[in-house]
């Protein structure tokens, strides 16, 4: 079973707030932070922006972990 994580990434002096989802065979996306919605939200849509850019299917069931969050698909 596929999983993706995703990770908040604070402002830095060249870069805005961002989050990046990634899953363990290294692929990986980073989108600019959403701050028009929830946090919850913003991480929502990283996984599925992976998800879509791997050409994966299904819908994704979100959890909370220490530091982010991970998505796995329903089957």
Known sequence: MKAI???????TNTKGARIT????????ITISYPHE???EDGHQRAAETLRDKMHWSGRLIRGAI?????FVFDE
């Not at 994580?5 to 402002?11: I, M, N, R, S």
Request: positive net charge.
């Open 37 to 39: 919605m929830r946090s």
């Open 66 to 70: 220490k530091g982010g969050y991970v």
């Open 5 to 11: 994580t995703t990770k908040y990434h604070g402002p």
């Open 21 to 28: 989802a990634s899953d363990l065979d290294g692929n990986r």
